[in-house]
């Protein structure tokens, strides 16, 4: 069964950089759409963004406005989330997931989901 294990998440600065990865253990993405997900406290969960692991085209929240890149890495088994120019609203506990296609996984349709790292945008 696909195990998914985030990690990346920390401490940063407003205006700092971060990178996320979600990795694969048990199974490969093959056939999967990977996203990342976000819920701050008191709020619900976001989407963030997705990418089908095979074809490799991806989707991205528009609130987001280009911050943020979702990738691949076929090497080590992983999902990456590149996120730029960070603001305190960004503060949030951060999950990939799974799904059948990126279309339905965007709007939170999926049964595997990771156990979230935790990212913190504090001065």
């Known amino acids: 069964q696909l195990q998914l294990v985030e990690s990346g998440g920390g401490l940063v600065r407003p205006g700092d950089s971060l990178r996320l990865s979600c990795t694969a253990s048990?199974?490969?993405?093959?056939?999967?759409?990977v996203g990342w997900f976000r819920q701050a406290p008191g709020k619900g969960r976001e989407f963030v963004a997705a990418?089908?692991?095979?074809?490799?085209?991806?989707t991205y929240a528009d609130s987001l406005k280009g911050r943020v890149t979702i990738s691949r890495d076929a090497a080590r088994r992983a999902v990456n989330l590149q996120m730029n120019s960070l603001k305190p609203e960004d503060t949030a506990v951060y999950y990939c997931?799974?799904?059948?296609?990126?279309?339905?996984?965007?709007?939170?349709?999926?049964?595997?989901w990771g156990q979230g790292t935790q990212v913190t945008v504090s001065s």
């Open positions: 997931a799974t799904g059948r296609a990126t279309v339905t996984l965007k709007d939170g349709l999926s049964d595997n």
């Open positions: 990418i089908n692991w095979s074809i490799g085209m991806t």
């Open positions: 048990g199974q490969s993405f093959k056939n999967y759409a």
